[in-house]
């Protein structure tokens, strides 16, 4: 199981938010490029990138970040979301170096669009499911959707996406540790690769979801938590390799 290191990128800066909430942002680093080396340098395989401004404006606003840690790390695999409402963008990031771009509040407001996007893009787009008592929040999680998460997360496996990112967030930022039950029940209801996020906070959060990472669960963002140094990303991983060698 992968342990992924987010890099939420505001006004070029690498933040945190609690809650999604612009307005308590805690920055960590005016240096994103550094930040991503060194994450790369501590053994990560995966990077999560969140252009947070791209996310309110609707377009991407710190693509020219993304594209020069991108540059700088070509053997890195990084997945990048925020403000990826077309296919031009997609496009753009894909061959800047990205891997795979993550679909949110469009893919909820405009379904057809990740169908687009997966016969366009095979194997490079993935959905970000972002909830809260199971109902999907879209805009930034700022509205609160009708759409039932796990209901929706089956008709985008049956689009073709190639993972589904599934943040609880009434953990997001808080440090209150992963909700591995819903991500369990969303990974057994589908039958694509399910990536954890959100409340991450320790190596118990981490051994937990690898005890269950045979449900299809493959991946963990972590964020605050290794930034405020409550877990030790290499640690991390070396545990969740320890854990789920085959």
């Not at 690498?14 to 920055?27: I, K, N, P, Y």
């Not at 991407?60 to 970040?65: S, Y």
């Not at 469009?106 to 057809?112: C, F, Q, Y």
């Not at 687009?116 to 509205?143: M, Q, T």
């Amino acid at each position: 199981m992968l342990v992924i290191p987010a890099i939420d990128l505001k006004d070029g800066q690498c933040v945190r938010l609690r809650q999604g909430r612009m307005e308590d942002a805690t920055v960590f680093s005016n240096d994103p490029v550094a930040m991503a080396g060194r994450w790369v340098d501590e053994g990560a395989r995966r990077l999560h990138i969140v252009d947070l401004n791209g996310a309110f404006a609707g377009v991407p606003i710190n693509a020219d970040v993304i594209n020069e840690i991108c540059a700088a790390h070509p053997e890195l695999v990084v997945q990048v979301g925020g403000g990826i409402r077309d296919e031009d963008t997609v496009q753009t990031y894909l061959e800047a170096g990205v891997q795979y771009v993550i679909i949110g509040t469009r893919a909820i407001n405009a379904p057809h669009f990740v169908n687009d996007l997966c016969l366009e893009f095979p194997g490079h787009i993935i959905v970000g499911l972002d909830a809260r008592n199971g109902k999907v929040a879209i805009d930034g999680w700022s509205k609160l959707s009708r759409h039932d998460v796990i209901d929706i997360a089956q008709k985008f496996a049956e689009d073709g996406v190639e993972a589904i990112i599934y943040t609880d967030i009434g953990r997001d930022g808080m440090m209150t540790g992963v909700n591995v039950e819903s991500t369990v029940k969303l990974a057994q209801s589908v039958n694509i690769p399910v990536i954890a996020s959100g409340g991450i906070t320790n190596l118990d959060d981490i051994r937990a979801l690898c005890e269950v990472a045979d449900e299809g669960i493959v991946g963990a963002i972590t964020g605050r938590a290794i930034y405020e140094g409550t877990l030790d990303f290499a640690e991390a991983q070396k545990l969740a390799d320890e854990l789920t060698e085959s």
